[in-house]
């Protein structure tokens, strides 16, 4: 069993930064691809980034591309995700999740994750 915890998390001004963390607990992750999800108020859960169990591959939502990057330490058992320019369409409990190791084309597909934290809130104000 996988125990995943994110963190950083808060309120921030549009044009703003975060860097969210997600630490890994119960074993280690560096076999697991590992993916961001993030769900607003009244909508959908939605893909954000995912990332290969090497760092070598990322993927991104085309709504945070060239804004987020997604990076891991295996050694600290950790995935992170950096939040420059930050809009209030970002505004979402954002999730971290980890899967077996999978196609790079799947990594949006929420199904193909096995293990969920709890989330952290982001709120970017106007």
């Known amino acids: 069993q996988v125990q995943l915890l994110e963190s950083g998390g808060g309120l921030v001004q549009a044009g703003g930064s975060l860097r969210l963390s997600c630490a890994a607990s119960g074993r280690t992750i560096s076999t697991n691809t590992m993916g961001w999800f993030r769900q607003a108020p009244g909508k959908d859960r939605e893909f954000v980034s995912g990332i290969s169990w090497s760092g070598r591959t990322t993927y991104y939502a085309d709504s945070v591309k060239g804004r987020f990057t997604i990076s891991r330490d295996n050694a600290k058992n950790t995935v992170y995700l950096q939040m420059n320019s930050l809009e209030p369409e970002d505004t979402a409990v954002y999730y971290c999740?980890?899967?077996?190791?999978?196609?790079?084309?799947?990594?949006?597909?929420?199904?193909?994750?096995?293990?969920w934290g709890q989330g952290t809130q982001v709120t970017v104000s106007s």
């Open positions: 999740a980890a899967a077996p190791i999978i196609d790079s084309r799947n990594y949006f597909n929420a199904g193909k994750y096995d293990y």
